[in-house]
Structure formats: structure tokens, C-alpha cells
């Protein structure tokens, strides 16, 4: 049996809100944090994240919190759920109440704009006594938060961190595999957003070819 985990959410967007909840389903304590101290309030209060998964009734467990400090106090993990433009500010901002050696898994995907760096370098550069990791795939926040199956991948340059973060973070609903192509992983997130704003872009013009008759 597996130890629980104290894991400390950056995010409390629709992303970040169910992976929150997950984590309780598979025995860990989750702490999630808002920027917004209203939507912390909220969310403590009514244990519904109104905003980005409304009518989605939370586990009465899921604490949030607009405090970093009190957010990552005694973490084991640190899910990292922010925008990737937002991403270098919100670690500035956690720096000094990060444990060290605590792992940060990057759960949101994009290449930083002004750099081109991945989010993996700029969590390595903000963060070098932490090791990095990163949690991708075909998933949507409300299916997950819904209960329904999911799959995901978690990749590290540590072929072991990585295999021992997807066994702590699979839950009965979430199904994480591991890998150590960290890079390859994370290039796929990207590209894969690209694509889909294409595709959807190309079927709303009408643009999409039409399905053969049989």
C-alpha cells in the first residue's frame, strides 16, 4: 500500500480544481491554491468551483487557499497548474516556500513566448533543487472531475521518479503511465494544442471534407 501524500496544487482552474479532487479519490491530502481569495472562499464554502467547473458539487476534503505559503506547508508534491505564460511568475512566487527535493510535476502545456523555453527548463531554472517532471495527455478537466476514465502520461528524466510519481498520482479513475522522454512529452502537449485550434478552426469554417456515403 502506498503512502499518503500531502500534495500541493498551483491552480484552481478547471484543470487544477479536478486534479485536486482526484488525488483525494486515491487516499492523498490536497491543498489547492487561487490566486483569487474569493474563489478560495468560495470553494471552502460552497465546495463547488462555480467559475471553471460549474454544477460540479467537490469533495467536502478539497481545501483551497490563496496563501502559497500555507499551500505548500509540509508538501510531498507540488502539481504545478497554471498557465504556461504565468508559470515563471507563480514559481517566483512559491520559491521561497518550496521544500527541497520536493518534485514538481508541470500539468500545463506551451512553450514560453518571449523565450521558446519548455516548462520544464523554466521549473528547473526557478526551481534547481527540485526535480522537474511533467503530466500530459488527451484529457479534459470536466471529464476527469466527473469521474469518468482518464489517461495520462508522467515523464522525467528520471525513468524512477517518473515511474514512482504515476503509481503515487493514478487514482481509480486517473490512469497515469510513465516515461523518461521529459522533452518528448512535453513538445507533444504543445504541438498537440496547435492542432487542435486548427482542426477546430478548419470545422467551423466548413472546411472539414465531408464523410464518404457508403
Not at 482552474?13 to 486534479?19: D, E, F, I, N, V
Not at 508541470?106 to 526557478?126: H, P
Not at 476527469?144 to 514512482?164: D, H, S
Request: hydrophobic share 45%; aromatic share 2%.
Amino acid at each position: 500500500m502506498r503512502t499518503p501524500w500531502t500534495i500541493a496544487v498551483l491552480g484552481a482552474g478547471a484543470w487544477g480544481t479536478a486534479l485536486g479532487a482526484t488525488m483525494l479519490t486515491s487516499g492523498h491530502r490536497a491543498k489547492l491554491w487561487a490566486r483569487d481569495e474569493a474563489l478560495a472562499l468560495a470553494i471552502n464554502a460552497d465546495h463547488i468551483n462555480e467559475r471553471y467547473l460549474p454544477g460540479l458539487m467537490l469533495d467536502q476534503q478539497l481545501a483551497a487557499t490563496n496563501s502559497m505559503e500555507n499551500a505548500l506547508k509540509n508538501a510531498d508534491c507540488i502539481l504545478a497548474v497554471t498557465p504556461a505564460q504565468t508559470l515563471r511568475a507563480v514559481l517566483a512566487d512559491a520559491g521561497p516556500h518550496v521544500p527541497k527535493g520536493v518534485p514538481i510535476v508541470l500539468c500545463a502545456k506551451g512553450i514560453e513566448r518571449e523565450t521558446g523555453r519548455l516548462m520544464s527548463e523554466i521549473a528547473s531554472e526557478m526551481l534547481p533543487e527540485n526535480p522537474v517532471a511533467a503530466l500530459s495527455g488527451p484529457s479534459f478537466a470536466s471529464d476527469l472531475a466527473r469521474g469518468l476514465p482518464t489517461a495520462v502520461t508522467v515523464a522525467a528524466k528520471n525513468a524512477g521518479l517518473a515511474m514512482t510519481l504515476a503509481e503515487q498520482l493514478s487514482a481509480p479513475r486517473l490512469r497515469c503511465y510513465s516515461t523518461d522522454d521529459l522533452t518528448g512529452v512535453e513538445i507533444g502537449g504543445a504541438l498537440k494544442n496547435v492542432l487542435a485550434i486548427a482542426a477546430g478552426a478548419t470545422h467551423g469554417a466548413g472546411l472539414a471534407p465531408a464523410h464518404r456515403q457508403r
